[in-house]
């Protein structure tokens, strides 16, 4: 399974075992990832090709070769493809599946496409699950997902009061098949309010075209007297601080919320569900050190309001520039979900040394259309 996500390409070989018709286990997982993600290379697709030649030879060192023959391959592409003018994404999935063709694995028609963005919070939704027993039958209970991409945001989570399934828009609610076990789950993806798109927001720079000419953006979320590049789809900002005046926390906040204004649904229940938070929530928790960057461990979303409150006013001097508006947003996005400031959210890169995205759902979702065939 390759992740083709907006900064990087990652491949997961996933080994599984059955025994005596017994639940399906995963044996091993061998995971790689590459970057920049296959959106770089939008206006110059051929350039694509080495990267994922790269991954397919990890795939052949991996899988026994009687077997590369009846494995299937497959690539699904994330919100830095969602994002992309449909012709350039078209070209650029071309040469893929082109690539796949020629490989020695099982290649079908639909082995290349763009994912859906709540196929990807389901997906991830199963991986986790999977992992932590919730699938293992039916009285099980599952923990919730929160996944913060570059590109785009997900929360996923099975309702217990049948009234959030009643109340919630029509497309939020999905029912899936999953080891001979319905599930039915509340799901939504927003587009655009990944951690990458979110931050060329605030910056103010969605609003106006770059070939307006001006690159440079002036953001109360920076330093006042921060000056630098920040390079985002190919563009390179010029980014400055606004000059010393108002309450940096305060202004950044407002812009944060100006962004996020009307852009996001609170569903019920959030607040008493178990969650796991994933990808940038984690990042930004290490960047904190909050939790260990191997081990993953317990934030509550007040850990995030506070540290945004601090790096803002200058309390510490931060690894990156975009600390102070980064916390601003994760923090602001999660109470626009609806997530109390008391709230605990799980943070794991790994569970039972497997990566916690959504490849493993992705690929038990894919095995259940082989079934049909």
């Not at 799980?346 to 040394?353: F, M």
């Amino acid at each position: 399974m390759f992740d083709a996500g907006s900064t990087g390409t990652r491949i997961h070989v996933f080994t599984f075992q059955m025994e005596n018709g017994e639940a399906l286990s995963l044996a091993h997982e061998m995971f790689r990832a590459i970057e920049p993600g296959l959106s770089a290379y939008a206006d110059d697709p051929e350039k694509c090709t080495s990267g994922i030649t790269e991954l397919l030879d990890v795939a052949k060192s991996s899988v026994p070769q009687t077997l590369w023959n009846i494995t299937p391959v497959v690539l699904k592409a994330t919100a830095g493809l969602r994002l992309l003018p449909g012709e350039k994404a078209n070209h650029l999935l071309a040469n893929v599946r082109a690539l796949f063709l020629q490989s020695p694995f099982l290649s079908r028609d639909d082995s290349v496409s763009i994912m859906d963005g709540t196929d990807e919070g389901i997906s991830a939704w199963i991986t986790v699950n999977f992992l932590t027993g919730g699938l293992h039958g039916a009285g099980s209970p599952t923990v919730g997902m929160l996944d913060l991409g570059g590109g785009s945001t997900q929360i996923t989570f099975s309702p217990q009061d049948e009234k959030t399934i009643q109340t919630s828009p029509v497309d939020d609610i999905r029912s899936f098949q999953m080891f001979n076990t319905t599930h039915t789950v509340y799901t939504h993806s927003y587009l655009g309010l990944g951690l990458m798109s979110a931050r060329l927001a605030v910056l103010g720079a969605v609003d106006r075209s770059p070939l307006e000419g001006s690159t440079e953006l002036v953001s109360p979320c920076l330093a006042p007297e921060y000056s630098g590049s920040w390079e985002h789809a190919d563009v390179v900002y010029t980014v400055k601080g606004q000059k010393a005046g108002e309450p940096v926390y305060e202004a950044c906040l407002t812009k944060v919320e100006k962004v996020l204004y009307r852009k996001v649904s609170r569903p019920a229940e959030v607040a008493d569900v178990e969650f796991y938070a994933f990808s940038y929530y984690y990042d930004r928790a290490v960047d904190l050190g909050v939790i260990e960057e191997k081990k993953g461990g317990t934030i509550k979303v007040s850990d995030y309001m506070d540290a945004a409150k601090r790096v803002c006013g200058g309390a510490s001097v931060p690894q990156s520039p975009f600390l102070c508006l980064d916390l601003v947003y994760v923090s602001a996005l999660l109470q626009q979900l609806g997530f109390p400031p008391h709230k605990p959210l799980k943070l794991a890169r790994t569970i039972k040394q497997v990566e916690t995205s959504w490849a493993l759902g992705a690929t038990f979702h894919y095995m259940e259309s082989l079934k049909g065939n």
